[in-house]
C-alpha cells in the first residue's frame, strides 16, 4: 500500500533563507510524486511532479524537488524564502495499480519571517 | 478554461437538513475526486470516479453520505441528515488522465 510522511507540521523560515520540506513515501512499484501548494481558502495547486526521467524536477515559484529512490524521499527546496512563499504544501504519491487514485501527506504549513 | 466549479462556496445549516454540493470536473476529464478537509484529519479522499463510475468509496464515513456522478459533466456529495461534526471544506478535483489532479476552491460547509 502506498502511504507519504512529511517530516514537520510546522517549518519556519527567515525571508531569504533556504526552504526545505521533508517527504518519504511507500510504494510497492514506481511511484509519481507530487508537491501541491495550498494558499488560504483556496484549493490546492500543482507546484511540481515527478513520473519518470530526471529524477530533480523544477516547478513554479523557483520550487524543485529531487527523486531519490535508494531514500525513498521526494524532498522539496527552494534556495530562498520569499513572503508569498507561506502556504500549506502537500507531497502525494500515486502508481497505476489504484487508477489514478493519489495519496497525499498530512501536509507542512511554511511560515516564512520577515 | 474555467477550472473545477464548485458550489455553494460557503453553506451554512442546521443539524438535521439535507446537504447537496455540487462539482462541475474540466471538460474532458474523466477522473473525479471528492476530499473534505478539517484541521483534526487533514485531507481525506471520500469517493472517486472514472468515466463516471464509482471505483473507490472506501472513505465515505458512514451511509449519510453520498455520491452520484450522472453525466462527466456534473456530480454531487448529499449529506442526510448533516451533524456538526461535518463541518468541514469539501474539495471536487479531477484529472484527464496524467495523474495531476485540478482541485476546485472548495466548499466550507458549516452544520449547527
Known amino acids: 500500500a502506498q502511504s507519504v510522511t512529511q517530516l514537520g507540521s510546522h517549518v519556519s523560515v527567515s525571508e531569504g533563507a533556504l526552504v526545505l520540506l521533508r517527504c518519504n513515501y511507500s510504494?510497492?512499484?514506481?511511484?509519481?510524486l507530487f508537491w501541491y501548494v495550498q494558499y488560504p481558502n483556496q484549493g490546492l495547486q500543482l507546484l511540481l511532479k515527478?513520473?519518470?526521467?530526471?529524477?530533480l524536477v523544477k516547478g513554479i515559484n523557483g520550487f524543485e524537488a529531487e527523486f531519490k529512490k535508494s531514500e525513498t524521499s521526494f524532498h522539496l527546496t527552494k534556495p530562498s524564502a520569499h513572503m508569498s512563499d507561506a502556504a500549506e504544501y502537500f507531497c502525494a504519491v500515486s502508481d497505476n495499480t489504484g487508477g489514478f487514485k493519489t495519496i497525499f501527506g498530512a501536509g507542512t504549513r511554511l511560515f516564512v519571517k520577515a | 478554461d474555467a477550472g473545477v466549479i464548485q458550489s455553494p462556496r460557503h453553506e451554512v445549516t442546521e443539524m438535521g437538513q439535507e446537504v447537496t454540493l455540487r462539482c462541475k470536473p474540466i471538460s474532458g476529464h474523466n477522473s473525479l475526486f471528492w476530499y473534505r478537509q478539517t484541521m483534526m484529519r487533514g485531507l481525506e479522499l471520500l469517493i472517486y470516479f472514472n468515466n463516471n463510475v464509482p471505483i473507490d468509496d472506501s472513505g465515505m464515513p458512514e451511509d449519510r453520505f453520498s455520491a452520484k456522478m450522472p453525466n462527466a459533466s456534473f456530480s454531487t456529495l448529499k449529506i442526510q441528515p448533516s451533524e456538526p461534526r461535518d463541518s468541514a471544506v469539501y474539495f471536487c478535483?479531477?484529472?484527464?488522465?496524467?495523474?495531476?489532479?485540478?482541485f476546485g476552491p472548495g466548499t466550507r460547509l458549516t452544520v449547527t
Open positions: 510504494s510497492s512499484v514506481p511511484p509519481y
Open positions: 478535483a479531477s484529472t484527464g488522465g496524467s495523474y495531476e489532479q485540478y
Open positions: 515527478y513520473t519518470t526521467g530526471a529524477t
